[in-house]
């Protein structure tokens, strides 16, 4: 069965990069269609996809965050990267990565990284 | 963009008590639903794809149904573990969309 954790510095500077890594073990991916996907919730709020990594290479994001955001898979090291620029408080939330076979639901989902925009 | 509507926001239940939650999109997703719980300090759990069905190992109390653009998640007799956050997602089409989740709580 997949497990996913995210990784990364719980504290980013205003206007610098969040770059976040989510390591993925156990199971099998699957050699069908699927899709790594990152997500975020700010604290106390709802939840908001931030992009997705697809089997074939393809990436897709939010627009609301097309401009900042870079999603990459290196999936012989079994690693899915989250990259964001010019981060804002507005930024501040906890990040899950997430998995989903195309037609299903995101399941698993990592436990989730608090991150907080704060000089 | 697709926009997820749910409602209500929140609700006071008891143990054993049949809930209802809808979600309406702003335009037809067909089936291309998720349900998901969310306890605080946890990430979201699937509990119903493709509009009613129910994920491997989700109590059958769970049910869904809906199809286009209204959907309804219903718990036919609330247990203590069931007092959670209820989000519902569009996988029609991109950007993914999530609904403002609906509170369950304790009345």
């Known amino acids: 069965q997949l497990q996913l954790q995210e990784s990364g510095p719980g504290l980013v500077k205003p206007s610098e990069t969040l770059s976040l890594t989510c390591i993925v073990s156990?199971?099998?991916?699957?050699?069908?269609?699927?899709?790594w996907g990152w997500l975020r919730q700010p604290p106390g709020k709802g939840l908001e996809w931030i992009g997705s990594?697809?089997?074939?290479?393809?990436?897709y994001y939010n627009p609301s965050l097309k401009s900042r955001v870079t999603i990459s898979a290196d999936m012989s090291n079994r690693q899915l990267s989250l990259k964001l620029t010019s981060v804002t408080a507005a930024d501040s939330a906890v990040y899950f990565c997430?998995?989903?076979?195309?037609?299903?639901?995101?399941?698993?989902w990592g436990q989730g990284i608090l991150v907080t925009v704060s000089s | 963009d697709i926009q997820m509507t749910q409602s209500p926001s929140s609700v006071s239940a008891s143990v054993g008590d049949r809930v209802t939650i809808t979600c309406r999109a702003s335009?037809?997703?067909?089936?291309?639903l998720v349900w998901f719980q969310q306890i605080p300090g946890k990430a979201p759990q699937s509990l119903i794809y493709?509009?009613?069905t129910l994920q491997s190992g989700v109590p059958s109390r769970f049910s869904g149904s809906g199809s286009g653009t209204d959907f309804t998640l219903t718990i036919s007799s609330l247990q203590p573990e069931d007092f959670a956050t209820y989000y519902c997602?569009?996988?029609?089409?991109?950007?993914?969309?999530f609904g403002g989740g609906t509170k369950v709580e304790m009345k």
């Open positions: 997430a998995y989903r076979l195309r037609f299903f639901a995101f399941d698993p």
């Open positions: 156990g199971g099998s991916i699957g050699s069908g269609s699927y899709y």
């Open positions: 990594f697809s089997y074939s290479g393809t990436t």
């Open positions: 335009q037809g997703i067909s089936e291309y």
């Open positions: 493709a509009a009613s």
């Open positions: 997602q569009q996988y029609n089409s991109y950007p993914l969309t």
